[in-house]
């Protein structure tokens, strides 16, 4: 499975950003698939997952109510709504897959990553 994020970019805090992530060479809709991010210096961290079947959405609670994750089987795309920016939120964005129908919430629970886009909120 490949996946290629897009989507990410500066943006002044209380902004919004969408980011996608396009899926090619598996079975998409069978795939639980997740967005992760890294800050400078900081460890890879849980922001969002859904399942294949798009029911099962969770969050990290430092993103809930700001972000929406969904997933649209015609295009093979995930996609990553984020609103109302803020600086902490500040780093490189990871579109994730795994062999599971379940989204999952820890870096080691994906099989599958894409290359990651950045995202700046500063003014």
């Known amino acids: 499975v490949q996946l290629v994020e897009s989507g990410g970019g500066l943006v002044q805090p209380g902004g919004s950003l969408v980011l996608s992530c396009a899926a090619s060479?598996?079975?998409?809709?069978?795939?639980?698939m997740g967005w992760l991010r890294q800050a400078p210096g900081k460890e890879r961290e849980f922001v969002g997952s859904?399942?294949?079947?798009?029911?099962?959405?969770y969050y990290a609670d430092s993103v809930k109510g700001r972000f929406t994750i969904s997933r649209d089987a015609a295009k093979n795309t995930v996609y990553l709504q984020m609103n109302s920016l803020k600086p902490e939120d500040t780093a490189v964005y990871y579109c994730?897959?795994?062999?599971?129908?379940?989204?999952?919430?820890?870096?080691?629970?994906?099989?599958?990553w894409g290359q990651g886009t950045e995202v700046t909120v500063s003014s």
């Open positions: 060479g598996g079975t998409f809709s069978s795939n639980g």
């Open positions: 859904i399942s294949a079947s798009g029911i099962g959405i």
């Open positions: 994730a897959g795994r062999r599971y129908r379940s989204g999952g919430s820890r870096p080691t629970d994906y099989d599958y």
